[in-house]
């Protein structure tokens, strides 16, 4: 559980990192991500990626982190499904950027073993599914 709740918070601190920067005018520049890479995505500025960061990656992670703290099987479920969100965020953005980078490739990595290894908890500790109806 230890591992889950680490892996959890340093996930929901890079995204949080990654919203900063490109939420911040003028961040995503000195970071070495040019607005220049967008060409081929449905936005001109970081705005719309950041805001997902924020609110969707950072959210997520930091909620599956707190109901791992608090020993809510649901954060292992959370934390499965963040594995997922991110892994194909990482996707859509070799899609809109045509490029790969890799911060990317390591992100993607990082977001496996997220998924693998929340998978693995959730099937070594037969966790209910949250909500499930259960036998008396």
């Known amino acids: 559980m230890k591992k889950l709740q680490i892996f959890a918070f340093v996930m929901a601190f890079f995204s949080l990192i990654g919203a900063g920067g490109a939420l911040i005018p003028g961040a995503a520049e000195s970071m070495g991500v040019s607005p220049e890479l967008l060409i081929h995505a449905p936005f001109q500025t970081f705005l719309i990626p950041g805001l997902f960061l ?12 707190v109901l791992l703290l608090m020993q809510n099987a649901a954060g292992a479920y959370v934390l499965a499904v963040m594995g997922g969100i991110t892994i194909l965020w990482i996707l859509a953005q070799w899609v809109f950027m ?5 911060i990317q490739v390591l992100f993607l990595l990082l977001a496996f073993g997220q998924l693998l290894l929340a998978w693995r908890y959730i099937r070594h500790t037969n966790l209910p599914l949250p909500f499930a109806a259960k036998e008396n």
């Open 54 to 65: 924020l609110f969707i990656l950072f959210g997520g992670n930091l909620l599956s982190g």
């Open 98 to 102: 045509w490029a790969i980078f890799p």
